[in-house]
């Protein structure tokens, strides 16, 4: 069936099959051929892979996104990071990226991070004279964060297929998030230095202070939903629903730009976006399903492991598999189709199974921007109005700084692992107080 599994993927992908349809259908085409399954058992295994406590953070998170985006937090947020930053060299460009950060840290998402800031940041960078090329290159990477800081759709996703902490995975993905908004900021001032581009003026008290103020309704979600998660007051499950009750009181009640009528749009366009993702969650899990059923995750192991004794070798090997497949898949359908294959590779070479979300989610994130389905691509496209290959081409030398990014993440394990042993042991120990106070307590009482 594997033999026919893969082939038949790839010939419906190519024939413009939607990719939850053609995962689906791939799984049905090969029980079929190979005539030794009853494939009526595949919708049965697509709705076992979405019927997931974790999976509801989804569509809670992306609508929050929605309220703050709608609510002109995105606004907000780009006066905060051009008064931060915006007086350094390249300090225009420079605030791009610190903004794809900030709403990163809200959204979770990467094509919805490109619209809110791309589609102010674009005509604004263009107009202080900054080439189209460059903008959009720039814009359309530096979205690539907003999964890499938490919280992170993706990986919710990850840690949903593998059984790893969502809490420690959003915490994993913080240094290597400013790591490489750190590399792109500095790779902006060194290009804008050259150039000779203008600075804007320092800031004033005054405009600090405005723009603190305007922005730090938006900038206390992410405060709410990490601390409330680390600790414990709620699940990551939990906390997305409480960021979009908190998203729906600062858009209607403090910002004032979400009416009866934004709101409808809003859910519908949620509504819209879960939909498709949960689609290919569903089609993405049976095709999981069908890899795991035949053996293939052992073979698999067994066969790269085979190859070399070398773990800084099958590390790299992992790296270009994830690599090549974010060509072909979204983060969602290969996290779910290859994590569950790739993650006992990992732990067997001595890869923490945390840090390993944190390389996947880099890798897809790189995906976002390499035809032929970089959906952040394609996202650009609709920004800027200009043509593909022309995005892509602005998006080089950002690729590559990713690329590095990636070979450091990968082989400093406590870039992803420092945050979430300090904040978990903390949690453990506080924990283990509370409980023992209250034996105490009660052996007072008695």
């Not at 950060?101 to 202080?128: H, K, N, Q, W, Y």
């Not at 900021?185 to 305007?214: D, L, V």
């Not at 073979?299 to 070398?310: E, G, K, P």
């Not at 067997?348 to 897809?364: A, C, K, M, S, T």
Request: contains cysteine.
């Amino acid at each position: 069936m594997i033999t026919l599994l893969l082939p038949l993927f790839l010939i419906l992908l190519l024939l413009g099959l939607p990719i939850y349809g053609s995962l689906a259908f791939s799984v049905i085409g090969s029980m079929e051929l190979a005539g030794s399954m009853n494939p009526t058992i595949v919708p049965m295994r697509m709705f076992s892979g979405i019927n997931n406590f974790s999976l509801m953070a989804i569509p809670f998170f992306i609508l929050a996104a929605e309220l703050m985006r709608v609510g002109g937090l995105s606004t907000r947020l780009i006066k905060l990071a051009q008064v931060l930053i915006g007086w350094a060299p390249g300090g225009l460009a420079s605030a791009a990226v610190l903004s794809c950060l900030f709403f990163g840290s809200i959204s979770g998402s990467s094509p919805a991070t490109v619209v809110a800031i791309g589609s102010i940041m674009f005509p604004a960078l263009v107009e202080a004279g900054y080439s189209k090329r460059f903008a959009i290159g720039l814009l359309t990477t530096a979205g690539t964060l907003g999964p890499i800081v938490p919280p992170s759709i993706a990986l919710i996703i990850y840690g949903s297929v593998t059984a790893t902490s969502i809490g420690q995975l959003f915490a994993a993905g913080i240094l290597p998030a400013l790591l490489l908004g750190g590399m792109l900021i500095i790779y902006c001032m060194i290009y804008s230095k050259k150039k000779q581009y203008a600075r804007t003026p320092f800031p004033t008290f005054k405009e600090i202070s405005a723009a603190f103020k305007g922005s730090a309704w938006g900038l206390g979600l992410p405060v709410i939903l990490l601390g409330g998660i680390y600790s414990g007051i709620f699940t990551a499950t939990e906390s997305a629903a409480v960021a979009c009750l908190y998203g729906l009181f600062v858009g209607m009640v403090i910002y004032k730009q979400v009416s009866a009528k934004d709101l409808w749009e809003i859910l519908q366009s949620t509504g819209l976006i879960s939909g498709s993702l949960l689609l290919i969650t569903a089609g993405a899990s049976a095709f999981s399903w069908l890899l795991t059923i035949t053996g293939t995750p052992s073979t698999l192991a067994n066969a790269v492991l085979s190859l070399s004794d070398s773990s800084f070798a099958i590390t790299a090997l992992l790296n270009l598999i994830m690599l090549v497949a974010g060509f072909f898949l979204d983060s969602a359908s290969a996290i779910i189709v290859l994590a569950p294959l790739m993650t006992p590779i990992a732990s067997q070479v001595g890869i923490d199974p945390v840090h390993f979300g944190i390389i996947n989610l880099v890798n897809y994130s790189v995906g976002m921007i390499t035809p032929p389905v970089g959906l952040n691509l394609f996202v650009a496209v609709s920004i800027s109005k200009m043509g593909l290959f022309e995005i892509f081409k602005g998006c080089i030398p950002f690729l590559l700084i990713l690329l590095v990014g990636l070979m450091i993440i990968t082989y400093v394990p406590w870039l992803s692992l420092a945050i979430p042993s300090y904040l978990f042991s903390r949690h453990h120990i506080l924990n283990s107080t509370l409980f023992h106070m209250r034996c105490s307590l009660h052996q007072l009482k008695d």
